[in-house]
Each structure stands twice: as C-alpha cells, then as structure tokens.
C-alpha cells in the first residue's frame, strides 16, 4: 500500500484489520472517546497510554508514526497555549492531560478518516440521523455539514501555516493573539464564502 502524509479527511486504501472494521464501530468509537475524554483528562497517565494505543492503531493500519504527527502538528501552537494555561491555573498534570486529550481525540478521528472511505462514513451519519425526520431534521443536510466539516480541517491548518509564517516573517512574535486573530478573520471569511456557493447552489441557507 502506497503511503503519503495526507491532512484529516482523506481516505487511504488499504487491507488492514482497521480498514475492514465497519464505519459503525469506528464511529461509535469515537464518539465513545469523547464521551470519556471527560473522565481521562483528569487523569494524565491514562491519557498517556490512550495516545499510544492511537499510535498502534496508525502502525497497525500501516501508516508511519509521522502521519499522525503531521495532521497535529497544525495545532502544535494551539496545544501549547493549553499546555500552559492549564499548567498555570491548575497543575503540571492537567497542563499534560488537556492538551494530551485533545491531541489524541484529534488523532483518532484522523485515523477513522484515513481507514473509512468518506462515503461510508457520511451514510453511516445519515442514516443515524434518519428518525429524526419526524422533528423536521434533514439527515441530507447532516450529513453535508458533517463532510463540510471534515473537508474544511486541511484548508484550516493551511490557514494557520499561512497566518504563522506570514507573523514570523513580519514580526518575528510568538503572541498568540497576533496568530489568533487574523486567523480567525480569515476563518470566517472562507465560511462566508463557501456558504454563499452553496446558496448559489440552491442548498437554501
């Protein structure tokens, strides 16, 4: 299997044990780690050892180490103000475990996306999200907000390997606000846009 660093979101075929898990049982996953996201990120050595099991879920899959540092490395900056925030407000062990939390929730779902086709995926919402019907939600429009999503993560952490060289180029700053701010402008003005194409579409609003 030919392997490239890829962003979240972009599916790599393969034969896998992971790649033949069905896109249910990832996502039921994942949704199982958030929920205990909330227990672990108080404990900072079982958060430790969650992030290793997601790197031998990546070795598993046959993917290097290095993908799944690569699709977090976007958000290094982000971690590390949490890192310290947490360190100063509370102790050294949430200043671990937050951002650790974080890293490894965000690393999981990279590796759903890379072992589960985004069609699978999406279906799997949708038809999740099919007896809601009766309350007026659209399972169609769930499940392109949920690819939208997906899809906007790479041109995101473009945006803010854009925003951080152009602030070391210009100023040569670590201030968070600096790199915060005209990231978040153009954040929202890349939804502004691509709202207005879906209008144009004739995807309402």
Not at 26 to 52: D, E, F, M, N, P
Not at 59 to 81: C, S, T, Y
Not at 106 to 113: D, E, K, Q
Not at 122 to 132: K, S
Request: hydrophobic letters at 60%; a positive charge; one cysteine or more.
């Amino acid at each position: 299997m030919a392997i490239g660093i890829n962003t979240l979101g972009l599916y790599q075929q393969g034969s896998s044990v992971l790649h033949r898990v069905s896109a249910w049982a990832k996502l039921i996953g994942l949704v199982v780690l958030g929920a205990a996201s909330i227990w672990l990120q108080s404990r900072w050595w079982l958060v430790l050892a969650v992030l290793g099991l997601v790197v031998v879920g990546y070795l598993v899959a046959g993917f290097p180490v290095g993908l799944m540092f690569k699709q977090l490395r976007p958000m290094i900056w982000l971690l590390v103000f949490i890192a310290v925030m947490n360190w100063w407000s509370f102790d050294w062990q949430r200043g671990i475990a937050v951002p650790g939390m974080i890293a490894t929730l965000v690393a999981a779902a990279g590796l759903v996306t890379l072992t589960t086709p985004m069609s699978a995926l999406i279906d799997v919402v949708v038809r999740a999200v099919g007896p809601l019907r009766r309350f007026g939600v659209d399972p169609e429009r769930v499940g392109l907000t949920l690819m939208l999503g997906i899809r906007c993560v790479p041109v995101v952490a473009g945006l803010a390997s854009e925003v951080r060289e152009a602030q070391i180029a210009r100023t040569a700053t670590h201030s968070f606000r600096a790199f915060a701010v005209p990231l978040l402008v153009r954040a929202l003005r890349d939804a502004d846009a691509i709202g207005d194409a879906l209008v144009a579409r004739g995807f309402d609003d």
